[in-house]
């Protein structure tokens, strides 16, 4: 394995490994060292037959991990020319896929803030524990950005216009609500991780699981249901805000006023990167298509723009471009997804999908 690195801290204990992410202070974003060091790991511990189970957690009390390093993508756009980051996504996308597929089982303990980059850690996994603490996002659409690490593809699985609501707004659900979205298998109390998480070290997954596993609270989505699934069922962006404006409610109208603030080439693409998602069929696909996408959006406009007005300057008025949703047209929106030739991802080419019985 490459040089120590304190971002990531790895341990074994008993029967269980552990992935710690280890930048607090940044809330655990991952950085590209830390995708590498977390699959170098991953491949130590397939190999080892003491190591029978693997849990990810993040250091800190506010979250597992609020997504990639998007101050180093800024700075990689706006002074180079976008290798280093094409080169992350490269191989954190890689990691997702893995994950998704890892023969022992990979524990993801989502609790707190899990946003971006952090699902493409925890949610491709085998076992995705939530608390009453979890909040779970994809927030891309408002820095100028699409939903990516297989985001596009747990979204269009989830029910009706859930999925959508979700990619698009960037909303962000607790557990209730993630449990119900396919992005979460089982609801622990944040009082039992610690207990839960000492068990794994002695026991198998399914006995430990029996021990904590609760009812969740219920999630305010499921009172919502009616009118997510009829205004997200619109066919253009621009009908879904239609929809949203002339419905009764009030999430409704929120939600329109959230879509109208995000990028309109941003929001745009990632409605039809959700629906291409639904014919691709398996993960490797739908990641191969987010490649191409997130590499055009690196030569967007719009990404420098809304990671400037979010992050870096933090005067939260993006100058989108274009502007409005009618100044999108269907032209702008296929480019993101031309073929890159040699510089393809390329997953779905060597996709081996395997059952996993634990």
């Known amino acids: ?21 280890n930048r607090p202070r940044a809330l655990n974003a991952l950085t590209h060292a830390m995708v590498r060091r977390i699959d170098e790991a991953l491949t130590a511990w397939e190999r080892d037959p003491a190591v029978e189970t693997v849990v990810l957690t993040g250091a800190g009390e506010r979250g597992l991990c609020a997504g990639g390093d998007i101050r180093s993508i800024h700075a990689d756009v706006t002074t180079g020319d976008g290798a280093a980051t094409r080169a992350f996504w490269r191989d954190e996308y890689r990691l997702d896929a893995r994950i998704a597929r890892y023969p022992k089982p990979y524990v993801a303990v989502m609790d707190g803030f899990v946003m971006g980059g952090g699902v493409g850690v925890s949610a491709h996994g085998g076992v ?19 939903p990516d690490v297989g985001g596009t593809y747990l979204l269009s699985l989830a029910p009706g216009g859930l999925g959508t609501h979700l990619a ?54 499921d009172d919502e249901r009616a009118w997510i699934d009829h205004c997200y069922a619109a066919p253009t962006v ?27 080439t941003a929001l745009k693409v990632t409605l039809e ?39 870096i300057d933090k ?36 996709a081996v999908t395997q059952e996993v019985a634990w």
């Open 238 to 264: 621009e009908e879904i805000v239609d929809r949203l404006r002339a419905d009764g409610s009030r999430a409704a109208k929120e939600a329109a006023e959230t879509l109208l603030s995000r990028s309109p």
């Open 1 to 21: 394995m490459t040089a120590p690195d304190d971002t990531v801290l790895l341990r074994v204990e008993g029967r269980a490994a552990h992935l710690v992410l």
């Open 273 to 311: 990167a959700l629906r291409r998602a639904r014919g691709l069929g398996s993960l490797e696909a739908v990641l191969d298509q987010e490649y191409r996408v997130s590499c055009a959006a690196l030569a967007s406009h719009d990404l420098a723009e809304g990671i400037r007005a979010q992050v």
């Open 128 to 146: 995705r524990l939530v608390t009453e603490h979890s909040r779970v996002a994809m927030p891309e659409t408002g820095i100028g950005f699409v």
């Open 315 to 350: 005067d939260r008025t993006p100058r989108w471009n274009p502007g409005t949703l009618a100044g999108v047209g269907g032209d702008d929106v296929a480019r993101y997804f031309a073929p890159l030739g040699d510089r393809e991802l390329a997953l779905a080419d060597g």
């Open 168 to 221: 698009l707004t960037g909303a962000q659900v607790t557990a209730g609500d993630a449990l119900r979205c396919g992005l979460a298998d089982h609801f622990v109390p944040a009082t039992s991780l610690p207990l839960l998480i000492a068990d794994l070290s002695d026991a198998p997954v399914r006995e430990v699981l029996a021990r904590y596993v609760a009812d969740a609270p219920p999630g305010p989505l």
